[in-house]
């Protein structure tokens, strides 16, 4: 039962460039929105959310979109750096949090 | 500042072996508490989450339990490991409401 998906398992973006990440969701009962930060062997981090109530939220580098009515959400980091390269997770919460299965980002210098 | 730990950070175990990992949190009280778990090239997969002493949610019906003898303390156990008991285990804390989940460094169990 994938209640949210990442479709991209990976995605490569040139430094300075703009990264875009996508997640899709099917229950229209998640209210909150995460997206997290990982590297190998190590915990997830959380990066940034939305509530459902909003359709972006701007931190830094790093914005998140959210269209409900396409159960979508986004998040660009502008410029992209180097050191973003990691797997990044969506997620989506009501009761518990859910989690997508992840894309590879990969930043060239 | 609150704090998680996770316990140990790898593990090798037999098949049919039994298995315990701790989760303890410090500098927050009756967080909500969850497991997940990582297998090679997938997503996280939320196993168990707990809101208060004694009350735990499973999501997925397997070899595992969990359980919260304390307010802070969350543990994974199985009675008898399988092979694809193997993954990258991770415990996380929230506060109520919407909020986000802090992750604990994880635990690599392979079962050989």
């Known amino acids: 039962d994938q209640q949210v998906k990442q479709n991209s398992p990976s995605l490569s973006v040139q430094e300075g460039r703009i990264s875009i990440l996508n997640c899709d969701y099917t229950n229209s009962m998640f209210d909150y929105f995460l997206w997290y930060k990982k590297y190998p062997a190590e915990g997830p981090t959380f990066l940034i959310s939305i509530s459902s109530i909003k359709d972006k939220n701007e931190d830094g580098r790093f914005t998140v979109f959210l269209n409900k009515s396409a159960k979508h959400l986004s998040l660009h980091i502008v410029p992209s750096q180097p050191g973003d390269s990691a797997v990044y997770f969506c997620?989506?919460?009501?009761?518990?949090?859910?989690f997508g299965a992840g894309t590879r980002l990969t930043v060239k210098p | 500042s609150q704090t998680i730990h996770q316990w140990p950070a790898t593990l090798v175990q037999p098949v049919g072996s039994p298995l315990s990992l701790e989760c303890t949190v410090e500098?927050?009280?009756?967080?909500?508490l969850y497991w997940y778990r990582q297998a090679a090239g997938r997503g996280l997969q939320l196993l168990f989450y707990s809101v208060g002493i004694g009350q735990i949610s499973s999501e997925v019906p397997q070899n595992l339990s969990a359980s919260r003898p304390q307010d802070r303390q969350f543990i994974l156990s199985s009675k008898k490991l399988l092979l694809s008991d193997s993954g990258f285990y991770l415990c996380?804390?929230?506060?109520?409401?919407?909020?986000?989940?802090?992750f604990g460094n994880g635990t690599r169990l392979t079962v050989t």
């Open positions: 997620a989506a919460s009501y009761n518990d949090m859910r």
């Open positions: 500098g927050t009280s009756n967080p909500n």
């Open positions: 996380a804390w929230s506060v109520r409401g919407n909020s986000p989940l802090h």
